[in-house]
């Protein structure tokens, strides 16, 4: 018996620091300073971009996909990044998030889908940001923690990854693209 439960600690810490230090959630803002190009929020996220996504369960496999048109625009410290997205299953999506750049890198973030504000920081090449997100009824209606991050590339595109959680277990993920439409930027 004191074997069994031995085995189990082991797996149980195993499984923990898999979790922790070895995985999406492992990584932190300071993973990516002074990593280039250096992404501006203001710069990187204005103008018209398309979009392609794919949705994946907590199973892993594909459970829907998407494209989307995004539109940003800044006025000093505060701007929007309005959100059109048509799915695989035929349902259409809007979206308007609401940014405050604050000091240190740092910003915040709020949307009609959003539960109270989004807080994020902005590092080298890259962009993080916690959540918790409301799924429409016809997805369950369910409060999400999510983790999104954005990795500015070479030429301009950026490549999107999140995590959404339930009670700390993993019910979805995102992966997709943000590209600049030629002529577009302010």
Sequence with gaps: MKLMTALLLILLMAVFA??????????SPKDYTGTGP???????????????????GPTGKMTNSFVAQMVGEWDGDTGTLTESFTYSNGRTQNRKWFLKLGDDNSFTATADDIVGEGR????????????????????????????DWLYLTEDGVIMNKSEMRKYGLKVAELIATM????????
Excluded: D, N
Excluded at 18 to 27: D, E, G, I, M, Y
Excluded at 39 to 55: A, N, P, Y
């Design 179 to 186: 590209r600049p439409v030629e002529g577009t930027k302010p």
């Design 38 to 56: 250096a992404f501006s929020m203001k710069e990187h996220l204005s103008g018209t971009f398309s979009s392609e996504g794919l949705i994946f």
């Design 120 to 147: 994020g920081v902005v590092s080298g090449s890259t962009v993080m940001i916690r959540y918790k997100i409301v799924l429409p009824p016809e997805a369950g209606g369910h409060t999400l923690s999510a983790t």
């Design 18 to 27: 898999k979790t922790v230090l070895f995985s999406f959630r492992a990584q």
